[in-house]
C-alpha cells in the first residue's frame, strides 16, 4: 500500500507472550476521519469490532493486545469514511527458541486495500536457525479453501491446502510443512478472495561474525501477481551487512533473469554491473548480492525476465550494539 485508502487488510498480529501489536493510523484529511477496526481470530472466537475516531491532520495509535485480548492469533480489518493510512507495528521476543537463545525485534506491515485469489512469496527458508510462517486471512462472508505450493531451487517441493473459516485467520507452520534446511518460495491460490503475510523469525550467524547472532525477524505482504520488472533502490554490502535477491519462477519453464546493479563505492564514485542468473522451472534462486558486487558498495537493482517473475530483497545486518533483518518486495515495473 502507498496511497491513503478506506480498506486495510493484515493477516498478521499476535497477542501471544512476547509480542505487542500495534496499529498506527494517520488521518491525512481536513476533517475526521471514523474508523471500524474488525479482529479476526484463530481459535474460533467472534470477530470483534472497535471504533476509532482520528481527528484531522492527527495520528492515532491503538493497542491491538489490549483492545482483542491475550493470547490471539487475529488479523485485522480496517475500514474507514474517508482515505487514511494504516500500518500494523509488531514487537517481539520469540517464545520458542532457535539456535538456543530467541529472537527479539519489530516488523511492521502497511497491509492491502484488498484481497486476493493469488499470493505470491519469493523469499522463504527452513534452515535450522530461521523460523517461517504463513499468515492467512478470510475476511469475506463464505469459507475459503487456499491451495499453497512449495518451491525450492530444484523444483516444486510440496503442494497443501488449507481450509480458512468465513472472518478467521489460519496460520502455516512452513517449517513443519516442508522440513528443514530448505529455501523456499511460496504460491498461494484461494477459491475466495484471501490475504497471505509470511513473517520469519532467526537466529542468523553468517561467516566472520565471529560468534555473534544476527537476531531478529522480518514480515512481507505477498506480491498479488508476477513481474517482468522489480526494482529495489536499498542494498549493502558494507561490513556487518548482507543483501539478497531471492527470485522465485512460477513458469513452466526455465528464466534468465538480468540484474543490473547500481553501486556507490566509498569515494563517492558510482559504478553499475550487469549479470544473468538462471532460474529453473517452479523454482527459487538466491543471488548473494555481496559476492556479485563486491564489499562496501551501496547498491540498488532492477531485476528482469522475459516472462514474469516475482522477486524479494531480504538484508541482514550487525551494526554497533544492533542486530536485525529486514525484506522489500520491491517495485514492480514494466519491462
Known amino acids: 500500500m502507498t496511497d491513503p485508502a478506506r480498506r486495510f487488510l493484515y493477516a498478521e498480529g499476535t497477542t501471544r507472550s512476547g509480542f505487542q501489536t500495534w496499529l498506527a493510523l494517520e488521518n491525512p484529511q481536513s476533517t475526521q476521519a471514523k474508523v471500524v477496526v474488525?479482529?479476526?481470530?484463530?481459535?474460533?472466537?467472534?470477530?470483534?469490532?472497535?471504533?476509532?475516531?482520528?481527528?484531522?491532520?492527527?495520528?492515532?495509535?491503538?493497542?491491538?493486545?489490549?483492545?482483542a485480548g491475550a493470547d490471539k492469533d487475529v488479523s485485522i480489518a480496517l475500514?474507514?469514511?474517508?482515505?487514511?493510512?494504516?500500518?500494523?507495528?509488531?514487537?517481539?521476543?520469540?517464545?520458542?527458541?532457535?539456535?538456543?537463545?530467541?529472537?527479539?525485534?519489530?516488523?511492521?506491515s502497511t497491509g492491502t486495500a484488498e484481497a486476493s485469489t493469488g499470493w505470491y512469496f519469493a523469499e522463504g527458508t527452513t534452515r535450522s536457525n530461521f523460523q517461517e510462517y504463513l499468515c492467512l486471512m478470510d475476511p469475506g462472508s463464505r469459507d475459503a479453501t487456499a491451495t499453497?505450493?512449495?518451491?525450492?531451487?530444484?523444483?516444486?517441493?510440496?503442494?497443501?491446502?488449507?481450509?480458512?473459516?468465513?472472518?478467521?485467520?489460519?496460520?502455516?507452520?512452513?517449517?513443519?510443512?516442508?522440513?528443514?534446511?530448505?529455501?523456499?518460495?511460496?504460491?498461494?491460490?484461494?477459491?475466495?478472495?484471501?490475504?497471505?503475510?509470511?513473517?520469519?523469525?532467526?537466529?542468523?550467524?553468517?561467516?566472520?561474525?565471529?560468534?555473534?547472532?544476527?537476531?531478529?525477524?522480518?514480515?512481507?505482504?505477498?506480491?498479488?501477481?508476477a513481474a517482468y520488472k522489480w526494482e529495489f533502490a536499498e542494498g549493502c554490502t558494507r561490513a556487518g551487512y548482507q543483501t539478497f535477491l531471492c527470485i522465485a519462477n512460477l513458469n513452466a519453464g526455465a528464466e534468465d533473469a538480468t540484474i543490473c546493479y547500481f553501486m556507490t563505492k566509498p569515494d563517492g564514485s558510482h559504478e553499475s554491473k550487469v549479470s544473468t542468473v538462471k532460474v529453473a522451472a517452479s523454482s527459487r534462486q538466491t543471488v548473494f548480492v555481496n559476492d556479485a558486487v563486491g564489499p562496501?558498495?551501496?547498491?540498488?537493482?532492477?531485476?528482469?525476465?522475459?516472462?514474469?517473475?516475482?522477486?524479494?530483497?531480504?538484508?541482514?545486518f550487525s551494526s554497533g550494539p544492533y542486530t536485525e533483518g529486514g525484506d522489500s518486495l520491491g517495485l514492480p515495473g514494466a519491462p
Open 148 to 225: 499453497i505450493q512449495y518451491l525450492g531451487a530444484g523444483g516444486a517441493i510440496k503442494t497443501e491446502k488449507k481450509s480458512i473459516k468465513a472472518n478467521t485467520r489460519v496460520t502455516v507452520d512452513v517449517n513443519a510443512a516442508v522440513g528443514v534446511g530448505k529455501d523456499i518460495a511460496v504460491a498461494v491460490t484461494s477459491d475466495e478472495p484471501v490475504v497471505a503475510e509470511r513473517p520469519m523469525y532467526f537466529q542468523y550467524m553468517p561467516a566472520g561474525a565471529s560468534g555473534v547472532l544476527w537476531k531478529g525477524g522480518h514480515d512481507s505482504m505477498g506480491a498479488e501477481y
Open 79 to 108: 475500514t474507514s469514511n474517508q482515505p487514511i493510512v494504516g500500518e500494523r507495528v509488531m514487537y517481539f521476543t520469540t517464545p520458542n527458541p532457535i539456535m538456543g537463545s530467541r529472537p527479539s525485534g519489530v516488523h511492521d
Open 38 to 67: 474488525t479482529y479476526l481470530f484463530a481459535d474460533g472466537t467472534p470477530p470483534a469490532q472497535q471504533n476509532v475516531t482520528i481527528p484531522s491532520n492527527s495520528r492515532e495509535t491503538v493497542d491491538v493486545n489490549k483492545s
Open 296 to 316: 562496501d558498495r551501496d547498491v540498488s537493482a532492477t531485476v528482469t525476465c522475459k516472462d514474469p517473475v516475482v522477486v524479494e530483497r531480504p538484508m541482514y
